[in-house]
């Protein structure tokens, strides 16, 4: 199918999309017509969702999941740790089998817990361990704010400068994703200086897939 910029083109590339069925799982927020956001006339309300950040739309089945926790909490109080369906103690275990699959692990190598930004941080007191020669972090440009702030946090830590330890990646002008061969470029560039690469499997702005292997 060759590119093009037309409404009839989206739609039959969202016809063909394997994925498609999982919209239907999701709550979609509704904006008027009125709204400049949704100003295409005569499609659904619908807000179309492109938000890339961690807190996506409100899947439907949410709701309930919540109200029976609750519903254990008022049943057992604080024996829901080792009582009900999901006990809160083995919270931790219930995720592994999906989680190994998605990141491509085994199921011994995965654990869901925390959130994100402590979680960048534990994982920066293993593998984030500078010198005096060999103590900079290559990232992206633009990374989410909290991943910046944690980057920052670690290298003062540490006792390095932000400014000097810290090698951003960014787009070429014109451009808005990052070329895979500046990434390496600048990897090679800053060669034995070079202490962790800090880069996520996906843009959360952008989309842009980055191919971590090579
Ligand atoms: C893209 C992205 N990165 C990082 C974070 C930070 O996640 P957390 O609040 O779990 O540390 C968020 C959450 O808002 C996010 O959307």
Known sequence: MHYENTLAF??????????KHFR?????PKYSNTDSLTSIENISND???FCGNSLGLQPKTVRQALLHE?????????????????PWMHYHKFLTA????????LP???VVMNTLTVNLHLMMASFYRPTPTRYKIVMEAGA??????????????HGYDPEKAIVEVAPRTGEDTLRIEDIVEIIENEGDTVALVMFGGV????????????
């Open 70 to 86: 609750l519903d254990q909490w008022a049943e057992h109080g604080v024996e829901g740790h080792f009582r009900g369906e999901l």
């Open 203 to 214: 843009n959360y702005y952008t989309g842009q897939f980055y191919d971590l292997e090579k």
């Open 144 to 157: 989410f704010p909290s991943d910046q702030y944690a980057m920052e946090t670690q290298v003062k830590w």
């Open 24 to 28: 239907e799982q999701f709550i979609f």
């Open 98 to 105: 999906q989680s190994a699959r998605l990141v491509g692990a």
């Open 10 to 19: 989206a739609r039959a590339l969202d016809a063909k999309d394997p994925l």
């Open 108 to 110: 011994h190598e995965v």
């Open 47 to 49: 807000v179309r969702y």
